[in-house]
């Protein structure tokens, strides 16, 4: 046996991690259930690197070099489970058994703790950047045991891209950590792309910008703080045009139907965020506002019946309109900014609730490159982190909490215009809600309190004594102490 690393399940991302492999210098072992994506993928890209093709499982895994490391890239849920049963019982001791599909982790964990149950390693690993980082350098998010990472590690950072010289791969956490920062990742993807979209939305209808002059102002803002991929695909799609009915040439974005869709890992995170009690409502506006676009029937309803009146004046002129682009700029940041932090706060509620002990730091710094959501910023995050781990939120970091300090003001001024014109600005007002939440001392939940115990004795505890506390509320009036006295 020779082969370094093997690879079963060759669609685009199999076929571009494995090409990936062996252009880096690993001997790479070839699997498919159809054999003819091996096939296409010897003759179209064999001489790209060593390639070690087999046309069953059981030569597939006899050549590998023990302990035999084998990558998964089938599609997610049922068949990752098919191929992992049909490829244990050719293991031996100590093989690691990597599923790079996006899983969910709960998925990865309950494969992790059956495979560790025979003495092999499985290593659920988020792979970010699709099909072309797949090929040229993805951001890879390994979870599993520490050991198995010895073995692997270097393989994956090899295949990785770089930045700055590091790459944007590194060990997460035991078993579903890697498959948990994929999820939230891509949840934080949904929130910055619902937040573009509203600036977007914003700029055009309240200023009357053409999709042209808007591409140049998010090139613009591509220089500063915002600069990402995210921002800088924005710009492209915005000048892209298409001939019209007519064949005149049309701004693609006017052309493409106004409903956005959605795979579900938006979802998935929000569902987990509820089940840990992290607020992230940055991530779950996204979700809904995708939900809400997608409602087509629904809306086209609402919009026959034309009941539902909006706001008259549709748009901002002279002094109102002055400043306008800089103040959405600031909110989007600021927006953006509290978007991460709900994401990271999430990733440590994993982390405790599951024993993980993620280097929140360290996931910045492997989304810097290879993933949709690199951006410059992400250094600041690894910096905010690297000064102190244990930081409660990273809007607490002094960098952090200026940015949001200093465009407070703009970011008030955009929801309160974005409220005044009827446009939906939910992921801006939210982020500023949330921001306003944690920073004041109360919030109307003591009220709350109250009224739980009225209607259902569900206690509450006072600022003036420790304790747990009842009032008689259909009795006396008076108040018990519940706690153990
Ligand atoms: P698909 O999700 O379309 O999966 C196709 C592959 O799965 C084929 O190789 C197919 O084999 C194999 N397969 C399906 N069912 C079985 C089965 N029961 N037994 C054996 N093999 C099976 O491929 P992609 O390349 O798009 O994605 C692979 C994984 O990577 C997925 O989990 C996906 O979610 C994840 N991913 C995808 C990204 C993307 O941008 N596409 C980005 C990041 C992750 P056959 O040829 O025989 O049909």
């Keep these: 046996p020779r082969a370094d690393i093997g690879v079963t399940g060759l669609a685009v991302m199999g076929r571009n991690l494995a090409r990936n492999f062996a252009r880096n210098g690993h001997v790479t072992a070839l699997y498919n259930r159809t054999q003819s994506r091996v096939d296409e993928l010897i003759e179209q890209f064999g001489d790209e690197g060593d390639f ?25 849920g049922k068949a990752t489970d098919a191929v992992i049963d049909e490829l244990v019982p050719l293991l031996e001791e100590g093989d690691i058994v990597i599923d790079g599909g996006n899983a969910h982790f ?4 309950r494969r992790e703790q059956a495979l560790k149950a025979k003495g092999l390693h499985f290593v659920g690993t988020g792979v970010s950047g ?3 980082g797949a090929l040229n350098g993805p951001s890879i998010m390994p979870g599993g045991s520490k050991e198995s990472y010895e073995a692997l590690g270097p393989i994956l950072e090899s295949i990785a891209v770089a930045v700055d010289g590091t790459p944007c791969c590194t060990y997460v956490g035991p078993d579903g950590a890697g498959h948990f920062v994929k999820m939230v990742h891509n949840g934080i993807e949904y929130a910055d792309m619902q937040l573009i979209a509203e600036a977007y939305e914003l700029l055009r209808q309240g200023l009357g910008k053409t999709p042209a002059e808007l591409a140049d102002v998010f090139r613009t803002w591509n220089e500063g703080d915002l600069e990402s991929f995210l921002i800088e695909i924005t710009a492209r799609v915005l000048d892209k045009t298409h001939p019209g009915a007519d064949g005149s040439p049309v701004p693609l974005v006017d052309l493409i139907v106004d409903a956005a869709e959605q795979k579900g890992t938006g979802r998935w995170t929000v569902q987990t965020a509820l089940e840990l009690g992290v607020p992230t409502t940055g991530i779950a506006e996204a979700v809904f506002a995708r939900s809400l676009s997608g409602s087509v029937d629904q809306r086209k309803a609402v919009q026959a019946a034309g009941t539902l009146v909006g706001p008259t004046g549709g748009s901002l002129a002279g002094a109102e309109a002055e400043g306008f682009v800089d103040a959405v700029r600031d909110a989007l940041y600021a927006s953006k900014v509290v978007a991460y932090a709900q994401g990271f706060d999430m990733i440590q509620a994993g982390s405790d609730q ?7 730091g360290a996931m910045a710094t492997i989304w810097r490159g290879g993933c949709i959501i690199r951006a410059q910023f992400l250094n600041r995050i690894k910096e905010a982190y690297d000064k102190d ?20 003001d703009s970011w008030r001024r955009v929801v309160a215009t974005a409220v005044r014109l009827g446009i939906p600005v939910p992921g801006f007002s939210s982020a500023l809600s949330y921001y306003d939440g944690l920073r004041r001392e109360r919030l109307g939940a003591a009220l709350v309190q109250g ?3 009225l209607f259902g004795a569900h206690t509450y505890g006072r600022v003036d004594k420790p304790g747990t506390f009842h009032t008689l509320w259909s009795g006396d009036g008076s108040e018990e102490r519940q706690d153990a006295h």
């Design 52 to 76: 070690v093709p087999s046309t069953d499982l059981k030569s597939f895994v006899a050549s590998l070099k023990r302990p035999r490391r084998i990558m998964i890239m089938v599609k997610a």
């Design 451 to 453: 009224q739980r115990d």
């Design 389 to 408: 781990a244990h930081l409660a939120s990273l809007l607490l970091d002094e960098y952090f909490a200026a940015a949001v300090g200093n465009a407070q």
């Design 106 to 109: 709960d998925d990865t964990r």
């Design 130 to 132: 699709g099909e072309e």
């Design 354 to 360: 599951y024993g993980w002990d993620v280097d929140k």
